[in-house]
């Protein structure tokens, strides 16, 4: 069957490390792989984008990863802030798809 | 440009109503897809439309649920004779017409409580 798995756990960090999430998959063969920010009552805000012929990926303080091999990405948050505590979700794309596939997310806090 | 507008943002529905939620796209984006949230649960895709068009509905349930998206107007979620089950957030999503390569824009949901 087909399973977009993230972190089972919620993780809590010290403000000023860096946050690693993962998301790995079972059965998709993705176009790309997206990752989103969700905070408490509001929708999925659009983070970044990886493609399957992409590495790495980084815009600003946050980089992904992505390993076909492996099915798996990393979302890294360096130099963590309060501010970052938040649920992130991965998604991703079929190559022969029309919808974005969720994971469940992993939620956040950064510790002052 | 606004972005994705859902209305209502909060709807109360007693066992066997109708329950209609609203989606307006961001304007120039011709792809809307609805997603439904439950508490500690990701988001599960429920259909994908173009204007006057279903693409993929394959995470509608049978019965009870229906989805437009008309040539003139926002998108329509409806769900018929709602039971409790069906308390749920409930999101939209608009995307360019073309969907690869980019990302899906978010609306703020509507959280459906049914009592």
């Known amino acids: 069957s087909q399973k977009i798995e993230q972190n089972s756990e919620a993780l809590n960090i010290q403000e000023g490390k860096t946050a690693t999430l993962t998301c790995n998959y079972t059965n998709y063969s993705p176009a790309y792989l997206q990752w989103y920010r969700q905070d408490p009552g509001r929708g999925p805000v659009f983070l970044l984008l990886?493609?399957?012929?992409?590495k790495e990926k980084r815009k600003e303080r946050l980089k992904v990863t992505f390993d076909t091999t492996l099915k798996q990405s990393l979302f890294h948050i360096t130099a963590s802030q309060p501010a970052d505590s938040a649920t992130y979700l991965c998604?991703?794309?079929?190559?022969?798809?029309?919808?974005?596939?969720f994971g469940t997310g992993t939620s956040l806090t950064v510790i002052p | 440009n606004a972005g994705v507008m859902q209305n209502p943002r909060h709807l109360v529905r007693r066992r066997g109503q109708e329950a209609r939620l609203r989606c307006s796209p961001m304007k120039g984006h011709s792809h809307v897809y609805w997603y439904r949230q439950l508490p500690e649960e990701g988001l599960k895709f429920m259909v994908y439309l173009q204007k006057e068009n279903i693409i993929d509905e394959s995470g509608m349930p049978k019965e009870r649920f229906s989805a437009e998206f008309p040539k003139e107007g926002p998108s329509i979620l409806r769900i018929q004779q709602v039971v409790r089950g069906d308390s749920a957030a409930y999101f939209c999503?608009?995307?360019?017409?073309?969907?690869?390569?980019?990302?899906?824009?978010f609306g703020q949901g509507t959280r459906l409580t049914v009592v």
């Open positions: 999503a608009s995307s360019p017409p073309r969907v690869l390569n980019t990302e899906a824009f």
């Open positions: 998604a991703l794309l079929q190559n022969t798809g029309n919808q974005f596939y």
């Open positions: 990886i493609r399957e012929n992409e």
